[in-house]
């Protein structure tokens, strides 16, 4: 699904009666990315506090362009090993 389309979509979802507080995350979810951030043992932490593990690659190869956990499109960032 194109990112236009499930704007319009959840757009007619809110404009159909959902509550405030659906309301305010649909639009934080439109506004903010959720980053994912491989950890050292292949393991994907979200910034919106989900882990998700793959049995091959990762988000961009399992074309994984929306969060599962909050809905909002996926920022995948670099690998950074801890100090």
């Known amino acids: 699904m194109r990112e236009s389309e499930w704007r ?12 405030k507080e659906v309301a305010d995350h649909v639009a934080k979810v439109m506004d903010e990315p959720c980053e994912w951030q491989e950890d050292e043992d292949g393991a994907w932490d979200t910034g919106c506090g989900e ?10 190869e ?13 920022r995948v960032l670099a690998f950074r090993e801890e100090d």
């Open 8 to 19: 319009h979509r959840v757009l007619g979802i809110v404009e159909r009666g959902a509550t």
């Open 51 to 60: 882990t998700w593990q793959f049995d091959d690659g990762g988000p961009i």
């Open 62 to 74: 399992n074309r994984i362009r929306y969060c599962h956990r909050c809905g909002a499109p996926v």
